[in-house]
């Protein structure tokens, strides 16, 4: 399962952080991925990072802006989101990889970043 | 980067087979997986790598993929079929995920 919070109304150029609370797997195990999607669009994918947390990688929209990281011994995924822009408001959802293809096999519900003055 | 097109909508009676299509560069030699979202809900995989299933997911939906084309096939469609699907595939050039603008499939 996957949980997220820290979602929010936020003004522009400010910053929040996602959380994302795993549970039933082997967290450490795993690539992670946030994926996002603007009201009435589709999905964009924002973020990954890889199983240990040796590798990052980011979407060129948010790079320079937007951080990921984990803690292994919290089983939780965070992104930190920092000099937001309107464009940004979006649903976040967290996401598991697939071991053994990079399919996204786990969601979480999504928390809702509102980037609004 | 690499770009996954999708038809905006398809319309299926229940109890038809309902097939939305995927299309991408050469797209024969990716790996496919398709998602379902249903309103208000957060995406599902319901196809990967092409045409296996997740546990729990029925027989009902099927994927293949040749070379300009991927295709998800839902047999015997029905009311809670109802919902976007996106295909996505891992662009090599950009090593990211891609996804596909998305199907919304009604169910007549």
């Known amino acids: 399962q996957l949980l997220e919070s820290g979602g929010g109304l936020v003004q522009p150029g400010g910053s929040l952080r996602l959380s994302c609370a795993a549970s039933g797997f082997t967290f450490s195990a795993f690539t992670m991925t946030w994926v996002r999607q603007a009201p009435g669009r589709g999905l964009e994918w924002v973020s990954a990072?890889?199983?240990?947390?040796?590798?990052?990688s980011y979407a060129e929209s948010v790079k320079g802006r937007f951080s990921i990281s984990s803690d292994n011994s919290r089983n939780t995924l965070y992104l930190q989101l920092n000099s937001l822009r309107v464009e940004d408001t979006a649903v976040y959802y967290c996401?598991?990889?697939?071991?053994?293809?990079?399919?996204?096999?786990?969601w979480g519900q999504g928390t809702l970043v509102t980037v609004s003055s | 980067s690499y770009v996954l097109t999708q038809p905006p909508s398809v319309s299926e009676a229940p109890g038809q087979t309902a097939r939305i299509t995927c299309g991408g560069n050469?797209?024969?030699?990716?790996?496919v997986h398709w998602y379902q979202q249903k309103p208000g809900q957060a995406p599902l995989l319901v196809v990967y790598?092409?045409?296996d299933r997740p546990s729990g997911i029925p027989e009902r939906f099927s994927g293949s993929n040749s070379e300009k084309t991927a295709t998800l096939t839902i047999n015997r469609v029905e009311a809670g079929d109802e919902a976007d699907y996106y295909c996505?595939?891992?662009?090599?050039?950009?090593?990211?995920?891609?996804f596909g603008g998305g199907t919304k499939l009604t169910v007549l």
């Open positions: 996401a598991k990889d697939n071991l053994e293809s990079d399919a996204l096999d786990l």
């Open positions: 050469n797209i024969g030699t990716k790996s």
């Open positions: 790598d092409d045409s």
């Open positions: 996505q595939v891992w662009d090599t050039s950009s090593d990211h995920p891609v």
């Open positions: 990072i890889s199983d240990g947390g040796t590798r990052t």
